[in-house]
C-alpha cells in the first residue's frame, strides 16, 4: 500500500480510533499519522500498527475497496497453438538418435564412439 492511500485510509479512521484501540495504541496512531503528514518515512510502521489489531485491521479491511482481479475463469492461450515436431541429434555414423526433451538441454556424445552428435 502506499503513502498515500494509507494517508486516506488514516486519516478515515482518525475519528473512530479511540473506540477501536486502546489509549497507547491510540497515541502511536496520533504521533504517526501527524508524521505521515508531514511526509516522513513512516508509512510502513502506520501499517504495522493498523494490521496488528484484530480490530484495526477489521475496520481497514471495511475501509478499503476491494481488489479488482479482473476476469476470472478459463481463457484459452492466444494465437493459434501447433504441434512442434521433437528436435533429435544423431550419431554421424547413424546407429543412435537422442531426443531433446527441453531447451538447453545439453546433448551428450554418442554413447558407443564417442563423437558429437549432430542435429538432425
Known amino acids: 500500500m502506499d503513502d498515500d492511500t494509507l494517508l486516506e485510509l488514516a486519516v ?3 475519528p473512530e480510533i479511540a473506540e477501536l484501540a486502546d489509549r497507547v495504541t491510540a497515541d502511536r496512531f496520533t504521533a504517526l499519522l501527524a508524521a505521515l503528514r508531514a511526509g516522513e518515512l513512516v508509512g ?3 501499517f504495522e500498527l493498523l494490521t496488528a489489531d484484530a480490530a484495526l485491521r477489521d475496520r481497514v479491511n471495511a475501509l478499503l475497496p476491494p481488489e479488482e482481479d479482473g476476469e476470472k475463469g478459463y481463457q484459452e492461450m ?8 521433437p528436435l533429435f541429434y544423431a550419431c554421424p555414423e547413424g546407429d543412435y538418435r537422442y531426443p531433446v526433451q527441453e531447451i538447453g538441454e545439453p546433448v551428450p556424445d554418442c554413447p558407443a564412439h564417442r563423437i558429437a552428435l549432430v542435429a538432425e
Request: glycine share 14%; no cysteine.
Open 12 to 14: 478515515a479512521l482518525e
Open 44 to 46: 510502513d510502521d502506520l
Open 78 to 85: 492466444p494465437g493459434k497453438g501447433e504441434i512442434v515436431a
